[in-house]
Structure formats: C-alpha cells, structure tokens
C-alpha cells in the first residue's frame, strides 16, 4: 500500500499502516481481477477495501488449504480463534492481530453493521463440514454470508447517491454474482477439497452426480451431461449479473469505475470458461491478459472524466471541496483547479 493512500485515508498509526499494509498483500496475491479494480478508487477508501478483502481471503486461507498438514481439527480451531478475535476486535475497536485490527478500524470509520462479519463467519464454518447443496435455494442461503455481506460491507465504503438501503440488494447481488463466477471457473478445484458447489437438483437434471463429476476429473474425459450442466449454470450467475446491473448507477460516481471494472472482468470470466468449452473440471478459464488490459484503461479513463466532473461541480456551485488525495480543502469557487486535475491523472499510480 503506498504512503499515499494511508496518509489520504488519514492513518497515522505505524502498527494500524502495518495492518493495512499486510491486508493489501493478502489482497493482491489472492485477489489479481479485484486487486486491480480497487486501483480504480479514490486513493483514500483503498485501505478499507483492502481490509475487507484482505480478511476474507485470510478466512478462505483456513478453510481452504490444501496443505496435506493441515486437519480438520485444526481448522477448526483457527477459524474458532479467527472469530473470537474478530468479535473481541469489533466490539474494542482494535486488536492485536494485524489483519482484525485493519478490519475493526475500517469498520468503525464507516459504520458496517457487525451483523455482516458474524453472517461471513458462519458461512466459512459451514465450508468445515457442508460438502454440497440439495437446491439452488439453499446454495443462496449458503451466499448471504459467504459473499452478499460483502457488498455488504462494501457499500458504505463505496458510498451512494441514493440512501443506502435502497442500493443494498443490488451490492449483495453482485457479491453473489461474483462467487456464483468462482464457483463455475473452480468446480474441478473445490472438487479436490471435497466440496460441489453445483445444486444436486441441477445436476440430476442432467442426469449427473459427484462420482460423474470425479470421474471427468481424474480421467479428463469430457461429458456433453457436463457442459449442459455447467451452461444452465452459467446461465444462472448471468441472471444475478442482470440483477445487479442497477446498482452500479446507485454509487457514488467516483466509486463506480471500480465496479464498473470489477462488474466486467468478472463477468468476462463467464465468457471465457465458454471459449474453452466449459472445461473447468479440468483447467481453470483466465480471463485474456489483453483484456484485463484493455478493461482496466476504460476503467481509468471513467475515472478520470468522474474526478474531473466532480470539481468541476464545486467549482461552478462556489462550494469547498476536497482534493482528490483527500488531504486538502479548498474555501474558494474556482473555475479550474490545475492542482485537482493533476492530482486526478495520478489516481491509478
């Protein structure tokens, strides 16, 4: 995390920036399609971001190891003491873990219900011991707490120009899209660690099972059963994007280029799982490095043109306002703020 971004975030204590800092790290090294829309933000609200994502990827960490050392039994224990430190953390208002404590404070400095993170924890408990689901229903009842409380928890950090209950089932629908995304570029992965996440309703449509499932996986034969599967599925997560297409016109115009770019790599996942031919049982689909490209430079050039529109705003209006590195306020209209406009080009370095 640069200097910057904690300085404009107004986080000043070298143990809370170390927090911050170890959070980016989870961050970037689990969460690449994310991790790059996040550049899209304004530099102060990185941090939180980074928080809530950092600490989600630390809880997936626990569950979802490969690692032949690690027992059940002793995820069990982790994500027990995961969550007495976060409950001691939230109620306190720090902690003495690095990744607890950059997650109490983002939580305090934006107001996130708690109800949110307690919801996240029992669905990573239920990773520990529920292999599979009967329907589509109980899948999303499984997503409220494994991914809708996290566009959740986004959202206040997001900010909306609308009040923000009203853009609430459009940020849990997105969060949804994007783990209904992970569940079909990862079925042969979680497979591994023992879990469908595939409803047996669907499959029993299509006349499939897990030993069907395993047997594609450890032989790398391929199923015309399976693809028709995997497309009604894929057709599925489409409808949750369609869903939460909305929101996005819901935020805070500086916030939405991230999403925006969020919203479009990972729905480009969806579309390349399809160019390979649905073969996620056997390699996972990435999404072409020149797109992610190509997507990102959209992505600042949206930004720029908001940051611009945003001063613009106060300038004609006389209003103060802030600079974008969220460290200075201007007392005086202005026509044009030379300061604001570069500080603004250097919003993604």
């Known amino acids: 995390m640069t200097l910057r971004e904690l300085d404009a975030a107004g986080i000043t204590d070298p143990a809370l920036r170390a927090a911050y800092e170890h959070c980016r790290r989870l961050n970037a090294r689990h969460g690449k399609t994310y991790f790059l829309a996040t550049r899209l ?23 979802d190891s490969l690692a032949d050392d690690v027992s059940a039994a002793d995820r069990v224990t982790a994500l027990d003491r995961l969550s007495t430190r976060l409950d001691s953390g939230l109620r306190a208002g720090h902690s003495e873990e690095p990744v607890v404590q950059a997650v109490a404070d983002t939580a305090r400095r934006y107001s996130i219900d708690h109800a949110h993170f307690a919801d996240f924890m029992t669905a990573m408990r239920d990773d520990l011991t529920v292999t599979d689901y009967a329907t589509y229903a109980d899948l999303r009842r499984y997503m409220h707490g494994s991914a809708a409380v996290i566009g959740l928890e986004m959202l206040p950090v997001l900010g909306t120009v609308v009040p923000r209950e009203e853009a609430e089932p459009y940020a849990a629908a997105l969060g949804v899209a994007f783990q209904l995304t992970n569940f079909l570029r990862d079925v042969g992965e979680d497979l591994d660690r023992g879990r469908v996440y595939l409803p047996a309703d669907l499959l029993d449509a299509h006349r499939i099972d897990r030993d069907i499932l395993q047997w594609s996986r450890d032989t790398g034969r391929r199923s015309s059963r399976i693809t028709r599967a995997l497309t009604e599925f894929e057709a599925l997560t489409r409808e949750e994007y369609r869903a939460a297409l909305p929101g996005l016109a819901m935020l805070d115009p500086v916030s939405r280029p991230c999403i925006r770019t969020a919203f479009v790599l990972y729905s480009g996942i969806l579309d390349a799982v399809a160019a390979d031919g649905y073969a ?10 020149r797109r992610r490209a190509a997507v990102a430079l959209d992505g600042l050039v949206r930004v720029l043109h908001a940051r611009l529109r945003h001063h613009d705003a106060h300038a004609s209006t006389g209003t103060p306002h802030r600079h974008v590195d969220g460290t200075q306020t201007h007392d005086a209209p202005h026509e044009t703020c030379g300061e604001c406009a570069s500080a603004a080009s250097r919003e993604t370095a």
């Open 41 to 63: 933000l304004p530099v102060d609200r990185r941090p939180a971001v980074h928080a809530l994502y950092g600490f989600a990827r630390w809880a997936d960490d626990i569950v």
């Open 280 to 289: 996620v049982l056997h390699r996972r689909a990435v999404v072409p490095r």
